[in-house]
């Protein structure tokens, strides 16, 4: 059985599934929990509290009260992302300038699974399916920047088995392997009438009629597996006080897949048939280095009632700088630039344990965007966010319990003067002519986001 449908069946089985609709920075995905949900994923690499520390930090599972342990979460993320136009140009030849696209954001489910096991005293075993990255934005088809994006659709599933070992009662390790299936869709309008006067160069003024709103379509859909690694530590001063440090490498994937072009009809031999040879469809691969992160957590219990819990994370989006899509051939079908930065976040939280049943969470977050404002695409219309969050867990017996937590997302507004070209790169001259046959969108775009995390834990 091949390894895409060996990872599929055991998300089938364990509650898994690739998931799309990021809410962390550019498309990753915290959403591994309601836990965290409930406190802005403050202390996500310390606290211990469920299964889920298994994906966090595994060096954690030999110090948790209850180390046999299943959590089976799902999470529902509502983003929102609307386009303000504030002087966008059409592209050359198009008549139709369109709307404004609507709602790109929509509702997504992001379900995980995660399990501990405890070999012995010191030793624990676990396991973690989920989404720790995704994207979904979806505009109208005829928006006025369908030339530059009209769907983005990011899809992964991570299935991440972990081991741990404590040394002594203050110091454990753990580490563990990350196996992900990434599947992407990428699609836009394509101005054919501008792509026919770039080659009839001087001749184009002589046939501006027949250039007129000639539009077509392309779909670029691919796929990768690749493997990755965790690793972590954690140190346990006292039984009220925990520390946790949490690496996870950067994956690179080569997604393998194919362009889907669809061409208008120009009535001339000599332009269709040119077209058919210049925009054909067929197989194309794209390298995409998926980036690593870095979480430093602490969570201190002041009584039997009250806790505190915080996070500082770094993630390498930096590892993401182009998207260069080659056909089969070695031909550069397109090249878009990002020129992403690394991003640092943080998070305060606390919990407090009101009766035997029921405890209560809180938290703040803020995450940075790795988007510049003059890099920004629609594709993804990031920005700076500030995390509000809220939860509960409610303890059915002392095997079952049950989390909720909600989070309301505050982002900035996010600016936007995209034309296609970057001059500081554009290989081989492709994006010299994107200002004037994709046109300008600019404006800006007002984001915010709704998460509610549901979890059911059972410990034995």
Same mark, same amino acid.
């Given at each position: 059985?091949?390894?895409? /449908?060996?990872?599929?069946?055991?998300?089938?089985?364990?509650?898994?599934?690739?998931?799309?609709?990021?809410?962390?920075?550019?498309? /990753? #995905?915290?959403?591994?929990?309601?836990?965290?949900?409930?406190?802005?994923?403050?202390?996500?690499?310390?606290?211990? %509290?469920?299964?889920?520390?298994?994906?966090?930090?595994?060096?954690?599972?030999?110090?948790?009260?209850?180390?046999?342990?299943?959590?089976?979460?799902?999470?529902?993320?509502?983003?929102?992302?609307?386009?303000?136009?504030?002087?966008? =140009?059409?592209?050359?030849?198009?008549?139709?300038?369109?709307?404004?696209?609507?709602?790109?954001?929509?509702?997504?489910?992001?379900?995980?699974?995660?399990?501990?096991?405890?070999?012995?005293?010191?030793?624990? #075993?676990? +396991?973690?399916?989920?989404?720790?990255?995704?994207?979904?934005?979806?505009?109208?088809?005829?928006?006025?920047?369908?030339?530059?994006?009209?769907?983005?659709?990011?899809?992964?599933?991570?299935?991440?088995?972990?081991?741990?070992?404590?040394?002594?009662?203050?110091?454990?390790?753990?580490?563990?392997?990350?196996? &992900?299936? @990434?599947?992407?869709? #990428?699609?836009?309008?394509?101005? @054919?009438? *501008?792509?026919?006067?770039?080659?009839?160069?001087?001749?184009?003024?002589?046939?501006?009629? +027949?250039?007129?709103?000639?539009?077509?379509?392309?779909?670029?859909?691919?796929?990768?597996?690749?493997?990755?690694?965790? !690793? $972590?530590?954690?140190? &346990?001063?006292?039984?009220?006080?925990?520390?946790?440090?949490?690496?996870?490498?950067?994956?690179?994937?080569? !997604?393998?897949?194919?362009?889907?072009?669809?061409?208008?009809?120009?009535?001339?031999?000599?332009?269709?048939?040119? +077209?058919? /040879?210049?925009?054909?469809?067929?197989?194309?691969?794209?390298?995409?280095?998926?980036?690593?992160?870095?979480?430093?957590?602490?969570?201190?219990? +002041?009584?039997?009632?009250?806790?505190? &819990?915080?996070?500082?994370?770094?993630?390498?989006?930096?590892?993401?700088?182009?998207?260069?899509?080659?056909?089969?051939?070695?031909?550069?079908?397109?090249?878009?630039?990002?020129?992403?930065?690394?991003?640092?976040?943080?998070?305060?939280? $606390? $919990?407090?344990?009101?009766?035997?049943?029921?405890?209560?969470?809180?938290?703040?977050?803020?995450?940075?965007?790795?988007?510049? =404002?003059?890099?920004?695409?629609?594709?993804?219309?990031?920005?700076?966010?500030?995390?509000?969050?809220?939860?509960?867990?409610?303890?059915?017996?002392?095997?079952?319990? @049950?989390?909720?937590?909600?989070?309301?997302?505050?982002?900035?507004?996010? %600016?936007?003067?995209?034309?296609?070209?970057?001059?500081?790169?554009?290989?081989?001259?492709?994006?010299? =002519?994107?200002? &004037?046959?994709?046109?300008?969108?600019?404006?800006? @775009?007002? *984001?915010?986001?709704?998460? !509610? *995390?549901?979890?059911?834990?059972?410990?034995?």
């Amino acid at each position: 059985m091949r390894k895409t /449908q060996m990872a599929r069946l055991i998300a089938a089985v364990l509650g898994g599934a690739a998931a799309t609709g990021a809410s962390a920075s550019a498309f /990753q #995905l915290l959403e591994q929990n309601a836990t965290g949900v409930g406190n802005a994923y403050a202390g996500s690499a310390a606290s211990g %509290e469920d299964a889920s520390t298994a994906f966090f930090n595994p060096a954690v599972m030999p110090m948790m009260e209850k180390r046999n342990q299943v959590s089976f979460v799902l999470d529902l993320v509502k983003p929102t992302a609307k386009f303000r136009d504030e002087g966008s =140009t059409a592209p050359r030849f198009i008549t139709n300038t369109g709307g404004t696209g609507g709602d790109a954001g929509s509702v997504n489910a992001v379900p995980a699974t995660h399990m501990t096991f405890a070999l012995n005293q010191d030793m624990s #075993l676990g +396991l973690s399916i989920g989404a720790p990255f995704g994207l979904k934005t979806h505009y109208d088809d005829d928006w006025q920047g369908r030339f530059h994006a009209v769907k983005s659709d990011l899809k992964m599933i991570s299935v991440n088995p972990s081991f741990a070992y404590r040394f002594t009662p203050m110091f454990s390790m753990g580490g563990g392997i990350v196996y &992900q299936h @990434f599947e992407a869709e #990428l699609t836009q309008a394509m101005n @054919f009438g *501008g792509i026919v006067c770039d080659v009839a160069g001087a001749l184009c003024p002589s046939i501006t009629g +027949l250039l007129q709103d000639k539009e077509g379509f392309t779909q670029i859909k691919g796929k990768s597996d690749a493997f990755g690694w965790q !690793l $972590g530590v954690a140190l &346990q001063p006292s039984p009220s006080t925990r520390i946790g440090l949490a690496y996870r490498s950067a994956v690179k994937h080569k !997604l393998e897949g194919d362009a889907n072009i669809t061409r208008p009809t120009f009535g001339i031999a000599l332009i269709d048939t040119g +077209l058919a /040879q210049r925009a054909a469809s067929g197989p194309v691969h794209v390298e995409v280095k998926v980036p690593d992160t870095l979480i430093l957590s602490a969570f201190q219990k +002041l009584d039997d009632q009250w806790s505190i &819990q915080g996070d500082i994370s770094r993630t390498g989006w930096s590892s993401l700088k182009t998207l260069d899509i080659y056909r089969d051939s070695g031909e550069l079908l397109s090249s878009t630039y990002y020129n992403w930065k690394d991003t640092w976040r943080v998070a305060v939280g $606390g $919990g407090y344990q009101a009766n035997a049943a029921w405890k209560l969470r809180a938290g703040l977050g803020y995450d940075q965007t790795p988007v510049e =404002t003059k890099y920004r695409s629609p594709r993804l219309p990031d920005s700076n966010r500030t995390w509000l969050s809220f939860g509960a867990n409610y303890k059915f017996s002392e095997a079952i319990s @049950f989390d909720v937590g909600y989070t309301h997302i505050f982002m900035a507004k996010s %600016e936007i003067e995209e034309d296609g070209l970057h001059e500081e790169y554009n290989p081989g001259g492709i994006n010299t =002519t994107n200002p &004037q046959n994709r046109g300008v969108l600019k404006g800006h @775009f007002d *984001g915010a986001g709704d998460i !509610l *995390g549901m979890q059911m834990n059972y410990s034995f």
